[in-house]
């Protein structure tokens, strides 16, 4: 057995176990974990974690000994190396970290245990276990961890700052409610000038551009887009916030800043229950108010749309330009994850409409239509992914090609066509997996899975139902 320095105590259920420390690199309370859809029931999903899309297994689970609850406080996510990769397993409790005496060790000689040996500490009996003997590379078949790379530096800095259990936001006040920014978004505070060059045409919240070293931003009324009566521009208080996203830039103009301080990242409370362009992601309580912490991928969205008005053939001229590629992705929602496909696949996506059922198929092939004549099969892609389905107003139908066959895939509900730049998407080691790549946005905020669709359904498959 190889020489153990530290043991990193952990607990599953009312059982103690232990992992030599070398194995192991961080411990993270749980983070958001995306659902990796038809993969084995031990691999929980994924997480962006330091740049890295990084699988997540239950540690219980694997053992056979139940699941961990992660929504209990004392939960945690440890990551350990497997096979020269990162891993992160999910834990019950991390208890401590001590130093390995050899007289409180004893080694079982059996190759088939997960067990190591037995460890005693303070009366406490801990099982040692070797992550290699434990997991396998079938785990984690329908996923293999991709790095993404070159991160922009405002995720950098977020995830240096997670580490803090600590974010920064400026504060500031609108019409006796409490809002609050991510300081990453900020790129300075002015006050507002004597002159600001109004747009013909424009958004009502657009008051118009003010010219800033030489450079025109334009400038909106927080009021005005969140539903208030606008901001009074001769009140001393009234301040012009910059706001950038990589080298583009719009101004928001408020009517009084409170502060900049850190907040501890557990007395934030989420509000991404719903997917889509939410204009407040979640609420901070201090001792005597409430604040509104405005969503950075609104806060993005805005930026890019009236940062700088250019044409989509421009914007992947500029990019081609200075050596950056794009994809274009057709964004959809299953239950509260979010999934793409190429959008060279997509030829249309439509409005619900009633299904023909087909007799003696599979249960995931909700039947057929008749779209201008054409008959295509239509897959019930949440069933197939095994989520459930709820037919709404909002639900849509992607009618995409595989090869040259038609075959419409029904969602929940179609949320972006979007470009992506190459350095936020991690493609997938394995060419036959349902993954294709993983979109990590907003700092792993956001992350999308791309799917294969020949993976999905084959085209053998397609005729065959086309023949009944």
Do not use: H
Not at 1 to 22: A, V, Y
Not at 151 to 159: F, S
Not at 165 to 188: G, H, N, P, W
Not at 228 to 245: A, G, H, P, Q, Y
Request: glycine share 4%; charged share 30%.
């Amino acid at each position: 057995m190889k020489t153990i320095d530290t043991i990193l105590q952990i607990k599953l259920g009312d059982e103690f176990f232990g992992i030599d420390s070398d194995n192991s690199n961080q411990i993270l309370r749980v983070p958001v974990i995306t659902s990796i859809p038809l993969a084995n029931r031990w691999l929980k999903g994924i997480i962006v974690l330091n740049g890295k899309i990084v699988p997540v297994l239950d540690l219980k689970d694997v053992l056979g000994i139940g699941s961990v609850d992660v929504s209990k406080q004392e939960s945690r996510v440890v990551t350990i190396n497997f096979n020269g990769d990162e891993v992160a397993i999910l834990v019950d409790e991390v208890i401590d970290a001590f130093a390995f005496e050899e007289s409180n060790f004893e080694e079982m000689i059996s190759e088939d245990s997960f067990t190591i040996g037995f460890y005693k500490q303070n009366d406490v009996l801990i099982q040692l276990i070797e992550p290699k003997n434990v997991i396998n590379d079938e785990m984690i078949e329908n996923f293999s961890p991709v790095e993404v790379e070159r991160l922009c530096d405002e995720e950098k800095d977020a995830e240096n700052r997670a580490d803090t259990d600590t974010k920064r936001y400026l504060f500031f006040k609108s019409k006796d409610e409490f809002f609050a920014v991510d300081i990453e978004l900020v790129a300075e505070l002015i006050f507002v000038p004597n002159e600001i060059t109004p747009i013909v045409g424009g958004d009502r919240s657009n008051l118009g551009a003010i010219t800033l070293r030489e450079e025109v931003i334009d400038v909106f009324d927080f009021n005005l887009l969140f539903g208030f009566e606008n901001v009074d521009l001769k009140n001393d208080n009234s301040r012009i916030l910059i706001l950038k996203d990589e080298n583009k830039k719009i101004a928001l103009c408020i009517e009084y800043v409170e502060e900049i301080k850190d907040i501890l990242v557990n007395d934030i409370e989420s509000l991404s229950n719903s997917i889509g362009e939410e204009k407040i992601e979640s609420l901070y309580k201090d001792n005597k108010n409430i604040v509104s912490i405005v969503s950075n991928l609104y806060l993005r969205n805005l930026i890019d749309k009236f940062c700088v008005a250019i044409t989509k053939e421009n914007k992947i001229q500029k990019e081609e330009k200075e050596g950056g590629n794009m994809r274009e992705l057709v964004v959809f929602a299953i239950d509260k994850e979010e999934f793409a496909f190429d959008i060279e696949s997509v030829q249309e996506i439509i409005s619900y409409q009633e299904v023909t059922s087909l007799p003696d198929s599979d249960e995931y092939i909700e039947g057929v239509i008749n779209l201008r004549g054409v008959i295509i099969p239509v897959v019930n892609l949440p069933k197939k992914l095994d989520f459930n389905l709820k037919i709404e107003d909002k639900s849509k139908i992607a009618v995409c090609m595989i090869e040259k066959e038609k075959v419409g895939f029904l969602v929940d509900d179609v949320n972006d066509i979007m470009f992506i730049e190459d350095k936020f998407v991690a493609l997938s080691k394995k060419s036959d997996s349902l993954v294709k790549s993983t979109i990590s946005l907003d700092g792993g905020k956001r992350v999308i899975l791309e799917l294969r669709l020949e993976k999905i359904i084959s085209v053998e498959d397609l005729l065959s139902i086309k023949e009944q």
